[in-house]
């Protein structure tokens, strides 16, 4: 049943993460990923703060990406520590030694 897949959290992780990687919807699969993501998946919350990132949407990646931090994902920890220490021409400054350090203990 089609309205049950869309309140199942790895359909639409899995759905929503084949379109945006083969660029048939992106953002139909970013819906579906937000919903995911939503709903508690915590790579959802992964690949959606990676597509946000890639469109300069810093702020709201970040917000994911410590979702999935909070929830065990180390990988997640690492990657804020690497944005927080980041000395890169991103538009938006989050250059935080002090939060970058608590992300890599």
């Known amino acids: 049943d089609y309205k049950v897949q869309l309140e199942d959290k790895d359909y639409l992780y899995i759905e ?35 597509y946000l990132f890639n469109n300069k949407q810093y702020a709201d990646a970040i917000k994911y990406l410590e979702v999935a ?11 804020l520590g690497k944005i927080y220490s980041s000395r890169s021409n991103i538009e938006y400054s989050f ?11």
């Open 69 to 79: 931090d909070k929830n065990g994902y180390l990988e997640a920890s690492e990657l």
């Open 16 to 50: 929503g993460f084949k379109l945006i990687k083969n660029k048939n919807n992106e953002n139909k699969g970013y819906e579906y990923l937000k919903k995911s993501a939503d709903l508690g998946h915590i790579l959802a919350n992964v690949k959606l703060s990676d």
């Open 95 to 105: 250059k935080d030694d002090k939060i970058a350090f608590n992300y890599f203990i």
